[in-house]
């Protein structure tokens, strides 16, 4: 991935939609190698959110997965307890 699309997926990612600030922070990043440092450097924000987001992911899934089982109710015959008279009604 180059820089220039690291800084554009940050950009997005913090939901920057006016493209005359992105080519304001490209043209920045092209003249300042510090500007460019800054910016990249902020594109590794979105991997740890990433990363936080999927964990949170597999943590509520496990967490899904245990409270089904435990409240799993085995099956039962709803006609176990009814008693049908000879005349087929039921008691």
């Not at 990043?29 to 597999?58: H, M, T, W």
């Amino acid at each position: 991935m180059t820089d220039r699309t690291k800084v554009i997926a940050w950009l997005k990612h913090i939901n920057e939609t006016d493209q005359a600030v992105i080519d304001e922070v490209i043209a920045q990043c092209k003249a300042d190698p510090e500007a460019r440092a800054y910016y990249v450097g902020r594109s590794s924000e979105i991997n740890q959110f990433a990363d936080k987001v999927k964990a949170l992911r597999e943590k509520v899934a496990q967490q899904h997965k245990k409270a089904s089982k435990s409240l799993s109710v085995p099956k039962t015959d709803p006609f176990v307890d009814r008693k049908r008279s000879a005349s087929g009604d039921v008691e």
